[in-house]
């Protein structure tokens, strides 16, 4: 089944501007102008684009697609001058150019938690559906609504970001535990007893930094942190239910906070990699902090598709994400928007994605390439215990969009969240309830409502 002819409405995406949002880098690094080392193959006469990001491995990416562009388009070829900038930095400085329309660049990475910052109101961005048409039917229809407005598309993901479960399969073997069994939620919660019984620690993670396993249930449930218009949902019954859930599982024994109050930290990594946990549910791109992070477990880590509530129509979630973006004042937004719907949601450009940045392309007719997703020259390929795309295309007919996904709220939600809100439901001892009512109320006063 095509992905954009499901749940259009219906749940999950990345948890906007949280930690660990994928690709996000220090806000220390130095902007610097970017470094070329790719051959764009540019004629004497090709248009010269201005392309602004936060991550040099990006720029990278886009050199290559160039290539492959100009090769393919000689009668329009582009040269890319690509600027690597730190990312609050940028993400300001884009602002003011698009407010002032003086100095925008020709195409901008924007981060998906910062994305609703650039669509209030009459957007400054270029409508990218006409761009994207020749390759939509391939498409993962709910990664383009993430960074949709009343029906017009103005930015383009790398990544699908599907939320799996990892799991240290060697660990789990010596406790008695086969993660293949592992299909429900209350499956999750089983195992996890049964796993901390026979070795005394943790079998999951309880997070408190980040809302990856939270924006997952709230897609199966069909709940939301925010209703259509923006207002404050926190306190609703889906939100206690999936809450519960997650609280249940760290009062059972079954799952803990880690270090760095989730998987995706310095302090983490280190705790994964010496055993202190046997099983995350996280998004894809969790798999390049195996590969950088965790070399000791390489072979032992299994990915498989993440538990599910009973009833669900929505099994996976999107989480993180940047929208690549035209500005609607550039010189050449046309041909801009273009490439870089090439380069971004044509099959050549997934598996470049794939190839070069290791992240779940929305383009699903390269996931079902074997001479591709199984390459045994990948590293993650070698790395995992089972091919990723075997989880992947498990569930690739139920990915959604929570509807707060893409409102200017929702930063406010999970900056309250990931800095009180779930420390008080996993540290301090609040109820679920107690928690959340708190929540609802200080989000309400926070956003005027």
Wanted: glycine share 8%; with cysteine; proline share 5%.
């Amino acid at each position: 089944m095509r992905l954009n002819r499901v749940l259009t409405a219906l749940a999950v995406a990345a948890a906007t501007a949280l930690t660990g949002a994928c690709a996000q880098p220090s806000n220390s690094a130095p902007s610097a102008k970017y470094s070329s080392t790719v051959d764009q193959k540019a004629g004497a006469n090709a248009t010269k684009l201005t392309l602004w990001t936060f991550v040099e491995l990006h720029g990278k990416f886009y050199e290559t697609m160039a290539g492959h562009w100009n090769e393919e388009h000689p009668d329009k070829q582009v040269k890319l001058d690509i600027n690597v900038m730190p990312y609050d930095d940028m993400h300001n400085k884009l602002q003011l150019a698009l407010n002032s329309g003086q100095g925008v660049p020709d195409l901008v990475d924007i981060e998906v938690g910062k994305f609703p910052n650039f669509t209030k109101g009459t957007p400054a961005l270029m409508d990218l559906t006409e761009a994207a048409k020749p390759y939509v039917n391939d498409l993962v229809k709910a990664r383009l609504d993430l960074y949709s407005k009343d029906s017009k598309l103005y930015g383009l993901d790398f990544h699908v970001g599907t939320t799996v479960a990892y799991y240290n399969t060697d660990l789990l073997d010596k406790a008695g535990v086969d993660y293949k069994s592992i299909k429900t939620w209350d499956d999750y919660k089983a195992a996890g007893v049964k796993y901390h019984k026979a070795t005394g620690k943790s079998f999951a993670t309880a997070d408190t930094s980040a809302l990856w396993q939270a924006n997952l249930l709230l897609g199966q449930l069909g709940g939301d942190y925010l209703d259509a218009s923006g207002n404050v949902t926190v306190d609703s019954a889906k939100m206690k239910e999936a809450f519960g859930i997650l609280k249940d599982m760290q009062d059972s024994g079954a799952a803990s906070v880690p270090p760095g109050g989730q998987p995706d930290t310095e302090e983490a990594y280190g705790a994964i990699n010496k055993g202190d946990y046997a099983a995350m549910i996280m998004p894809s791109w969790f798999m390049s902090r195996f590969t950088a992070y965790m070399p000791d477990l390489k072979g032992k880590i299994a990915i498989a598709p993440a538990p599910v509530v009973d009833g669900a129509k929505v099994k996976t979630v999107g989480g993180g994400g940047t929208g690549t973006a035209v500005p609607s004042a550039g010189k050449h937004k046309d041909l801009a928007a273009e490439f870089i719907a090439y380069a971004k949601l044509s099959k050549e450009g997934n598996v470049e994605i794939w190839r070069t940045l290791g992240f779940d392309p929305l383009n699903l007719s390269m996931w079902k390439d074997d001479s591709v997703t199984k390459d045994p020259t990948n590293e993650y390929v070698q790395y995992f215990e089972t091919n990723p795309f075997d989880a992947f295309n498990a569930v690739s007919d139920s990915v959604g969009l929570l509807v707060s996904a893409t409102s200017p709220n929702m930063p406010s939600v999970g900056n309250l969240f990931t800095t009180e809100t779930l420390n008080n439901m996993f540290e301090s001892g609040k109820s679920v309830n107690d928690a959340l009512a708190q929540a609802q109320s200080d989000l309400k006063n926070e956003l005027g409502q």
